[in-house]
């Protein structure tokens, strides 16, 4: 009955999806469930994090095309659908005190109104299941925060014709739950540093462990850990697709496959809203879903 499952995954930027949650959504196109992303900006603001590409002329006056060309690449090795939502990227502001939000940049977007334009995707593509971010954006970039925001207002709003007339927003349509990403979560990585020390290898994760408890985040529960180790591999080559943003000799491929695949080899996630049954800890996001659809 997989081809009547649909997942969607919301995401703030092109990048978002291939870091959070790829290799569940791989394993997912591998069962024959329709995946859709939503990328709710360009990521033109974002800045050339490939040290390899820094200071590369037509990529610094072409982020916007260059970014959408990553994008494309990376949905092909997923095996997704992809769609924009057309907000522009708020840029990640820096400094004490922080400047202002620029002008006309997404996370300024009214929210309600913002939400409608995924109303409108829900409608049409009829996901039972979404996933997008916590409250804190999983880490605070304003633009993550607004995608949570307009998430969680879309998936209420999408069976509400009320707010959103079918006339304008296309026939009303329930998802039946909402997750949110939390691959980078303390047991994963504290698994991971430990395994490498065991071996008698370097560990990028130090640092991030010494300094854990100063993100000022509470813990979250892992009620979802979905097995999908056999697509880290599609996961990875998706992720370096985004050359702008990632170095293929940097410290997201620090950790060799063969130890994350035995220590780790799950992505997780957090039930934020159900409407159907389902029993936790699940290893499935369609758990209450997959036997009646």
Known sequence: MTDQLRLM????????????GAA???KYVSEGVDVLVVTCTGGERGSILN?????????EENIH?????????????????????????SGLP??????????????LEDVDKAAGELVRKIRSFRPQVITTYDENGGYPHPDHIMTHKITMVAFEGAADTEKY?????????????????????????EA????????????????????????????????THVPCADF????????IAHATQIDPEGGWFRVPMEIQKEVWPTEEYELAKSLVETSLPEDDLFAGIRDNA
């Open 65 to 89: 095309e260059v970014r959408r060309k990553e994008m494309d690449e990376a949905r092909e090795i997923l095996g997704v659908g992809q769609e924009w939502l057309g907000f522009v990227d």
């Open 192 to 223: 991971l540093h430990h395994a490498l020390l065991d071996r008698g290898l370097e560990s990028p994760y130090e640092d991030w462990l010494k300094r854990w408890s100063e993100f000022e985040r509470k813990e979250r529960t892992l009620t």
């Open 165 to 189: 007339p079918e006339s304008e927003y296309g026939t009303a349509y329930q998802p039946l739950k909402v997750y949110y990403n939390q691959g980078f979560n303390r047991p994963r990585t």
């Open 24 to 26: 569940t959504m791989a």
């Open 9 to 20: 995954a919301v995401h703030a930027h092109p990048d978002d999806e291939s870091s959070k």
């Open 94 to 107: 820096e400094g004490d005190p922080l400047p202002p939000l620029p002008e006309g940049c997404f996370a």
């Open 232 to 239: 880290f591999e599609i996961r990875d080559k998706a992720l």
């Open 51 to 59: 040290p390899k590409l820094q200071g590369d002329a037509y990529i």
